[in-house]
Every structure is written in structure tokens, then in C-alpha cells.
């Protein structure tokens, strides 16, 4: 697997530290964690949202 560094502060990373201990897992392992739950947050906002007058349409499609 390539990697690659990303720049913290010196605070976040001790958290970033700790929060991998607690899950049992590593720093790089809990970053791909939070970016994943960050991604289904995202996702999830979206499916909340109310549908546009476009997707409205499809949906009311009379299919035949």
C-alpha cells in the first residue's frame, strides 16, 4: 500500500493517538475510519434532504 504524510498540529495528533488506542487500531487505520464515517455522514445528509423537482419527476413517472 503507498502512503503519504499529512500535516496536524501537535494536539490533534495526540488525540488522533489516543482515539487509535481506544479502537485498537492504527493512526493511519483510524483516519480511513473517520474519513469512511465522514463520507456516510455526507451521505446520509444527502438521502435527508428533500428531493429535487427533477428527481420528483422520475419518481412520479408513469413507467407504463
Given amino acids: 500500500m503507498q ?3 499529512v500535516r496536524i498540529d501537535g494536539t490533534t495528533h495526540k488525540e488522533l493517538k489516543k482515539l487509535a488506542a481506544s479502537l485498537g487500531t492504527t493512526v493511519g487505520d483510524t ?5 469512511r464515517r465522514m463520507r456516510q ?3 446520509g445528509a444527502d438521502l435527508r434532504a428533500d428531493p429535487s423537482e427533477a428527481e420528483v419527476g422520475w419518481l412520479d413517472a408513469d413507467l407504463g
Fill in 41 to 43: 455522514d455526507e451521505i
Fill in 31 to 35: 483516519v480511513a475510519i473517520a474519513v
Fill in 3 to 5: 502512503s503519504t504524510s
